[in-house]
């Protein structure tokens, strides 16, 4: 059983940054495709985004593309999310999960970490 750790989160003003981290506890990490998604108070879970197990393809949701950057670090099984110039509109309690593939429906991923809150305010 993987276990997810998320960190990184705090409140920030708008077109302020934040750096999300979230440390996967098995060596097995490199095998997986990791994903962010996000979730506000009252609406579904949405996908932010995805990056295979090689680093390589990304995508992102329209909302964030050309503001947040997904990354990884296998040696360090970690997986980051850069969020720059942030909008209230972030605001959420923001999960990394890992899936086999990188894919957009959060019901293919495997595993989900306990979530950290963004909060942009304006």
């Known amino acids: 059983q993987e276990k997810l750790v998320e960190s990184g989160g705090g409140s920030v003003q708008a077109g302020g940054s934040l750096r999300l981290s979230c440390v996967v506890s098995?060596?097995?990490?490199?095998?997986?495709?990791m994903g962010w998604f996000r979730q506000a108070p009252g609406k579904e879970r949405e996908f932010v985004a995805t990056?295979?197990?090689?680093?390589?393809?990304?995508h992102y949701s329209n909302p964030v593309k050309g503001r947040f950057t997904i990354s990884r670090d296998n040696d360090k099984n970690t997986v980051y999310l850069q969020m720059n110039n942030l909008k209230p509109e972030d605001s959420a309690v923001y999960y990394c999960?890992?899936?086999?593939?990188?894919?957009?429906?959060?019901?293919?991923?495997?595993?989900w970490g306990q979530g950290t809150q963004v909060t942009v305010s304006s």
């Open positions: 999960a890992a899936g086999e593939f990188p894919l957009v429906a959060k019901e293919l991923y495997n595993y």
């Open positions: 098995e060596n097995t990490f490199r095998r997986y495709a």
């Open positions: 990056i295979s197990a090689s680093g390589t393809p990304t």
